[in-house]
């Protein structure tokens, strides 16, 4: 059974401050993570991907990977209120690569305090 | 250019019916996705298409859920008999092929509500 893991939230964190998204996964074989971002009523968006360990950064957001412990991160520096959101971390964990799907957690709901 | 569409946006309907749902992907994209989002989770996979090929429709939940790509672009989803659990936001996303590192671009969703 695949499996990806969040923490459901909601997290708050102050306007200007880094916030941090957790996730793990249970298939050893995964090896493709992706961070979407999902306002409500709307569709996921694709914020971050990323595919080998370490980490990776686009502006604002940091993707961290860590296949050991099969762990991977989202950080968000200098939030701003519009980073309020649902935050949905996605794993191709199957051995036919996109053919098998996404595999999404239930996602963290993330609240900017202005 | 125009992103991946999907019609109707909102169904209502009773239970035991037949639905349809329509969605256009990307011009040029050759893989589909079916998704279900329920209220408070993530998306879950339903089925995929790779141009006309044959689906996976591994993720389907049972035999009143059906899907076609009859000419590589256009798909529906197709539900027979509905019941009040199959409410929910049904995705659709497109990507240009099947790798590993394609990025899924998803529609607006059809949310389905069953009375």
């Known amino acids: 059974q695949k499996e990806v893991e969040q923490n459901s939230g909601p997290l708050s964190v102050p306007e200007g401050a880094i916030a941090s998204l957790n996730c793990t996964y249970s298939d050893r074989g995964s090896q493709s993570f992706f961070w979407y971002r999902q306002y409500s009523g709307k569709s996921p968006e694709l914020i971050m991907s990323i595919y080998s360990n370490g980490d990776k950064e686009d502006g604002r957001f940091t993707a961290q990977l860590n296949k050991a412990s099969q762990y991977v991160s989202l950080l968000i520096r200098d939030s701003q209120p519009s980073d309020s959101a649902t935050y949905l971390c996605a794993v191709i964990a199957g051995p036919r690569g996109g053919a098998d799907g996404l595999t999404f957690g239930k996602g963290t709901h993330l609240i900017i305090q202005p | 250019g125009a992103g991946v569409s999907q019609t109707p946006s909102n169904k209502v309907t009773e239970k035991g019916k037949y639905v349809e749902l329509r969605c256009d992907p990307i011009?040029?994209?050759?893989?589909l996705y079916w998704y279900r989002q329920s209220l408070g989770q993530g998306p879950e996979f339903l089925i995929y298409f790779q141009g006309t090929g044959a689906a996976d429709d591994s993720g389907l939940p049972n035999d009143r859920f059906f899907a076609v790509r009859p000419e590589g672009s256009v798909s529906t989803l197709k539900i027979q008999r509905t019941e009040r659990g199959d409410s929910a936001v049904y995705l659709c996303?497109?990507?240009w092929g099947q790798g590993r590192q394609e990025t899924q671009y998803f529609g607006p969703g059809t949310r389905l509500l069953v009375l």
């Open positions: 996303a497109s990507s």
């Open positions: 011009s040029g994209h050759t893989a």
